[in-house]
């Protein structure tokens, strides 16, 4: 009962806030035009009938009203966006011109059986009224979908405006978490290791480490890469990574070759594979998997085997927030499906995205 009542109050509320301009603008016009061709000239003269059949049918179109604006709500719930907007309003007229004339026929049929203010049927009338409904109708959409049209654009640009600042915000911030000291100091740390030792690995290094920096300062300003592009690059950071950590991680990547000409925002692979190793243990005797493919709907998956670090890692949630964002800002933009799915197991941390087949 309590979800009901809350159900009706906040209908009410959104029918305060928006439709009532079109119940005060149509509804007493509408009401007034339609006594008048139901009871004729006496509407104008005998107060008794005006007062009677104005408040009655005022009853009626009301109750039409507010029932229609029930249906158009749900329509609107299932059909929300701008570009949804020819489908909303054929919806919308669809119901609007089903349940009104039904409505206009029951009303003469009432007034007709029981001679309500002397009335009697003509059919002149009727097609007065049912062409008197159609334009209101049409008047009532109108409005309806200027009004929540104009709404919806303006949360829209605003919307827009308020991810772009995230994004580029998150960008500066995946950018200094990814140039940080500490990943610096590490990739220095091994290369001093192996350049005593092994330098001809120091020299493979140093080079790969070099198209990582490369590619981290000047690709992060682009909104989309090619997936071709991002491979390349994340085995250079494997790389790295694998010269740190040894036999203690793996990566293995399985991509459609079709699909590396698909796009996806830079940097997308390395912020994931570095969230995978700065959450979980990385040891020769507890190997930490990475896995990155493709799947059968066309997706990217990037899946890692859960072993979480004993000693909790801060973390300030650069890495798939920086993801959510761009995507969010991408959604906007692009036809495809921009949503990305994250989900944990006991066994695997596994990220599925969608790849966008242009570049917009």
């Known amino acids: 009962m309590a979800k009901i009542t809350h159900h009706i109050r906040m209908h009410w509320l959104r029918f305060l806030s928006r439709t009532k301009w079109q ?31 104005t408040t009655l049918n005022f009853v009626l179109v009301s109750g039409v009203f507010v029932s229609l604006d029930y249906l158009i709500e749900d329509i609107t719930h299932r059909y929300p966006d701008l570009r949804q907007t020819f489908t909303r309003i054929v919806m ?11 409505a206009v026929l029951g009303s003469v049929f009432m007034y007709d059986y029981f001679h309500l203010f002397g009335y009697s049927y003509s059919t002149e009338s009727l097609v007065k009224l049912l062409l008197m409904n159609l334009a ?35 960008q500066l911030d995946g950018l200094k978490s990814q140039v940080n000291p500490h990943f610096l ?20 290094f140093v080079d790969e480490m070099s198209k990582v920096y490369r590619y981290l300062l000047q690709t992060n300003e ?19 990574l694998t010269t740190r950590y040894g036999k203690g991680i793996s ?12 796009y996806l925002p830079p940097l997308t692979l390395q912020l994931l594979v570095e969230n995978a190793v700065k959450h979980n243990i990385t040891l020769t ?31 300030n949630q650069v890495g798939l927030s920086n993801i959510s964002s761009k995507y969010k800002l991408l959604a906007q933009r692009q036809t495809d499906q921009s949503d990305i799915r994250i989900e ?5 941390f596994t990220v599925t995205l969608p790849l966008f087949n242009q570049h917009n």
């Open 23 to 53: 119940f005060l603008l149509l509804v007493p016009m509408y009401v007034i035009l339609c006594s008048y061709f139901l009871v004729g000239d006496r509407y104008l003269y005998d107060p008794v009938a005006f007062l009677l059949s």
């Open 92 to 102: 919308t007229l669809w119901v609007v011109c089903t349940i009104t004339p039904m």
């Open 136 to 170: 209101a109708n049409l008047i009532s959409i109108g409005i309806y979908e200027s009004f929540y049209s104009t709404d919806k654009w303006k949360k829209s640009m605003l919307e827009k405006e308020q991810l772009e600042k995230s994004n580029l915000q998150s």
């Open 185 to 204: 100091f590490n990739s220095l740390n091994s290369l001093s290791s192996l350049i005593a030792d092994e330098p001809e690995k120091a020299e493979r």
């Open 222 to 240: 682009a909104e989309l890469t090619p997936l071709a592009t991002e491979l390349q690059f994340i085995q250079s950071y494997i790389h790295l």
């Open 251 to 262: 990566v293995h990547i399985t991509i459609e070759e079709g699909l590396k000409q698909y």
């Open 285 to 315: 005797s507890k190997p930490l998997h990475i896995e990155i493919k493709t799947t059968e709907d066309g997706k990217l998956m990037v899946r890692n085997n859960l072993q979480k670090r004993i000693v909790r890692v801060q973390s």
């Open 344 to 348: 944990e197991t006991t066994d695997f």
